[in-house]
């Protein structure tokens, strides 16, 4: 069974520009997550949906970030213009709703590293 | 102060050794805890979650000490594939499902 789906996995792009990064959650899991890790900072949760609707968007840094989930197998993180503080690592998450709400596995695709000149 | 908090490292320790890492977390009402392993230049991955009684996988040990807000990982007889970044995570409300992870302890095992 594929795993959750990340394009592309490296983009170099110079500020000002738009950068969209995709996501492709496993099939079946309810809720996908959008996670940022830079050296300073470390991972940190931008923004997370369950069943396509967007829950906790307290993470997203400024309206310059945006992200959709149009239906249940695609996402989209948009960034807007793009800065060089933007460059890190964007992963993306699925977990599945399970009978043990408390401890629901978050599994993460390989990752879009990101680097704004 | 941050939510969740971890030594950085490195620990660097000898291929047989034991080795353990404390997390502690500032918010008294986290529901579930979890360590997370990721490997240089990959995605983290779970290794396992921690439940109040305390468990253990194999040479993994989790602990919850819930009066003084830590979790702790203790791996016994490391080997050098344990060599990793370990990352806790705690999720705090009940019915919200973020998650907010520690910066990692790099771990090195070395030969």
């Known amino acids: 069974d594929a795993g959750v789906i990340q394009s592309p996995r490296h983009e170099v792009t110079e500020m000002g520009q738009e950068v969209t990064l995709r996501c492709k959650p496993i099939?079946?899991?309810?809720?996908l997550f959008w996670y940022r890790q830079t050296m300073m900072r470390g991972l940190e949760l931008l923004i997370y949906?369950?069943?396509?609707?967007?829950?906790?968007d307290s993470g997203m840094p400024e309206d310059r970030f945006s992200a959709k989930m149009p239906n249940a197998s695609f996402s989209t993180l948009k960034i807007q213009p793009s800065e060089p503080r933007d460059s890190a690592v964007y992963f993306c998450a699925s977990s599945p709703t399970s009978g043990r709400a408390f401890f629901n596995e978050q599994f993460f695709g390989p990752g879009t590293r990101l680097t704004v000149l | 102060r941050k939510e969740v908090e971890q030594d950085p490292g490195p620990f660097n320790v000898p291929e047989g050794a034991t080795v353990a890492f404390n997390c502690t977390y500032s918010?008294?009402?986290?529901?579930?805890f979890f360590w997370y392993r990721q490997d240089c230049r990959k995605e983290p991955k779970l290794l396992m979650s921690?439940?109040?009684s305390g468990n253990e996988d194999g040479r993994f040990t989790a602990q919850l000490n819930r009066a003084s807000q830590y979790i702790s990982l203790l791996i016994r007889d490391s080997k050098l594939s344990d060599s990793a970044t370990y990352l806790c995570?705690?999720?705090?409300?009940?019915?919200?499902?973020?998650?907010?992870f520690g910066t990692g302890t790099r771990l090195t095992i070395i030969p």
């Open positions: 921690v439940y109040s």
């Open positions: 099939s079946g899991h309810d809720y």
């Open positions: 918010n008294s009402a986290s529901q579930s």
């Open positions: 995570a705690v999720k705090s409300n009940f019915g919200n499902e973020k998650l907010t």
């Open positions: 949906f369950n069943n396509n609707v967007p829950i906790d």
